[in-house]
């Protein structure tokens, strides 16, 4: 069965302090009612890299006991700051018992591709779980070719991929050629043609509020009901268009406070919400949720 994974929300107050009971009742209402299989905590879509240490490592421990052993958790620890991930990584594995982390590719030096698997390799080293790459292109400007996904898989501890993009002939050739590793589908817009190349999950950040269209397309897309799998991807589509044109984590967070969970807002210098957003925001909740 494919996995449904949604990328956590984190809710912080107006001065970016973590706000721990929204937290815990986001974590519970993915469980309860979005019913995903598991939860990828610390992530884009958790801001993770605009946070300090500490923060992310209350983070990882409170999602850890709300959840126990319900669902599964990925833990990314990636961080500009390898001795940061490392630390996180140990602490994550051997303090809270995560079993699976990941690591965006670190971004903004153009590292070349031997510093990238330098990068991986040293995380893992000394921590026993397995590790996700976390393919991002479009944020982080670091592509990989098929031959280098080969080299990172080479390692036994690297065991998938978050593949955010949309470059699906390169999918498929991961797919075909490494066939015992993890492909989980990274973009929810794409989340049809990524379950027709074949993947073991998605991971997402839109699956907070559209759980059920995005399991019914994997359900259809597994017994090959092309057409309510289409039927599903478009009404997602036209649920996230609007929600990418109203500022994807700000009304993403303002949907969920309408369904009653204490969201917060945003971590600076993301925006604070303005009135026009909180209208949308409360419209797309009566039309999709
Ligand atoms: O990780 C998410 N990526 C980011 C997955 O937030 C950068 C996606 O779920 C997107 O938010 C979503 C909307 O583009 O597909």
């Known amino acids: 069965m494919t996995k449904l994974i949604s990328a956590l929300l984190v809710p912080f107050d107006e001065n970016g302090v973590l706000k721990e009971e929204g937290l815990k009742q986001v ?5 309860t009612v979005n019913q995903v299989d598991g939860l990828y905590v610390g992530g884009s879509t958790g801001e993770n890299f605009m946070l300090d240490t500490e923060t ?9 006991e ?5 669902i ?3 833990a990314q620890v990636g961080s500009l700051n390898i001795y940061e991930a490392k630390e996180l990584a140990d602490y994550v594995v051997n303090e809270l018992g995560y079993k699976v982390i990941s690591s965006v ?3 903004y030096y153009k590292f070349d591709f031997e510093e990238i698997k330098n ?3 040293e995380i893992v080293k000394d921590v026993d779980a397995e590790m996700i790459v976390y393919s991002i292109p479009a944020l982080t400007g670091v592509n990989f070719s098929e031959e280098q996904f080969g080299e990172l898989f080479a390692n036994p501890k690297i065991t998938g991929v978050k593949y955010t993009a949309g470059d699906f002939y390169l999918m498929e050739r991961l797919r075909s050629r490494f066939p015992d590793k993890l492909m989980f589908s990274g973009f929810d817009e794409m989340l049809l043609p990524a379950a027709a190349v074949g993947i073991d ?3 997402g950040s839109t699956f907070n509020v559209n759980a059920n269209r995005a399991r019914g397309i994997l359900n259809a897309m597994e017994v090959g009901d092309l057409a309510t799998a289409r039927k599903l991807q478009t009404e997602t589509n036209d649920l996230i268009q609007k929600v990418l044109a109203n500022g994807l984590y700000n009304t993403l ?18 925006k604070p919400y303005s009135q026009e957003q909180i209208a949308v925001a409360k419209q797309l909740v009566k039309d999709f949720m």
Not at 58 to 63: A, E
Not at 253 to 270: F, Q, R, S, V, Y
């Open 27 to 31: 974590v519970e209402y993915n469980i």
């Open 56 to 64: 992310k490592k209350r983070i990882f421990k409170i999602v850890k």
């Open 66 to 70: 709300t959840v126990q052993d319900r």
């Open 72 to 74: 599964e958790l990925i």
């Open 105 to 107: 590719t670190p971004f």
């Open 119 to 121: 990068y991986y390799f």
């Open 201 to 203: 999950g998605a991971i």
């Open 253 to 270: 967070k303002l949907m969920l406070t309408e369904k009653g969970i204490d969201m917060g807002n945003c971590h600076l210098p993301m």
